[in-house]
C-alpha cells in the first residue's frame, strides 16, 4: 500500500525527531524541514555522491564514509 504525502510526510518527520542531530527540534520545525524531505532507495554497494548543502538521513540499511579514498566509518542502521 502505497503512502499518501500527507502520511509520507508525518513518516519523515518521524525519521527526523529520532535522529541525532534533529531530535531536540520542535515539533513545527521537524514538520517544515519533513516537507522538504524526498525519498531515495540504492541497491547494495550503490555509491552516492553527496552534495555539502544536502542533508542525508539514512533510515534503513548501513552507510559507508569515504574520504580522501580512505574508509572513514561505517554504521549500520536499523529501523
Known amino acids: 500500500m502505497m503512502e499518501s ?4 510526510t508525518m513518516s519523515f518527520k518521524r ?3 529520532w535522529s541525532a542531530r534533529f531530535g531536540g527540534y520542535p515539533e513545527e520545525v521537524l514538520l517544515r524541514i519533513a516537507e522538504f524531505c524526498t525519498e531515495m532507495r540504492y541497491e547494495t554497494r ?3 555522491v553527496v552534495k ?5 538521513l539514512v533510515c534503513r540499511g548501513s552507510k559507508e564514509i569515504l574520504f580522501e579514498d580512505r574508509k572513514y566509518s ?3 542502521i536499523i529501523e
Open 15 to 17: 525519521h527526523l525527531k
Open 52 to 56: 555539502p548543502q544536502y542533508v542525508y
Open 5 to 8: 504525502a500527507r502520511e509520507k
Open 74 to 76: 561505517k554504521q549500520s
Open 46 to 48: 550503490d555509491e552516492l
